[in-house]
């Protein structure tokens, strides 16, 4: 079992940043992905980026440029570092792991993007 909690989110302007951090726990191995996905209202989840152990990214096109994501190996963190962010960047935003055992959520965490 892997727990993931995320925490970083809130209420910000257009053009603003925010970093997203999500805390994992648990039989974390070292071989696994980690990624963050988001949620809008009415809309269905959608990757944001992921990244593996190896640090190898990949990013949704509607961010690359704008955000950044990262992994602390050694203390099993995931973080999103969120610049420029635009109204439709609203959504919750939601930390994944998989592993060849399976994949874990965390509970997730609002950012709202407005002025």
């Known amino acids: 079992q892997v727990q993931l909690v995320e925490s970083g989110g809130g209420l910000v302007r257009p053009g603003g940043s925010l970093r997203l951090s999500c805390a994992a726990s648990g039989t974390v191995y070292s071989i696994s992905v980690m990624g963050w996905y988001r949620q809008a209202p009415g809309k269905e989840r959608e990757l944001v980026a992921t990244?593996?152990?190896?640090?190898?990214?990949k990013h949704a096109d509607s961010v690359k440029g704008r955000f950044t994501i990262s992994r602390d190996n050694a203390r099993n963190i995931l973080l999103l570092q969120m610049n420029s962010l635009k109204s439709e960047d609203t959504a919750v935003y939601y930390c994944?792991?998989?592993?060849?055992?399976?994949?874990?959520w965390g509970q997730g965490t609002q950012v709202t993007v407005s002025s």
């Open positions: 990244v593996t152990n190896g640090w190898e990214t």
């Open positions: 994944n792991y998989r592993d060849k055992e399976g994949q874990y």
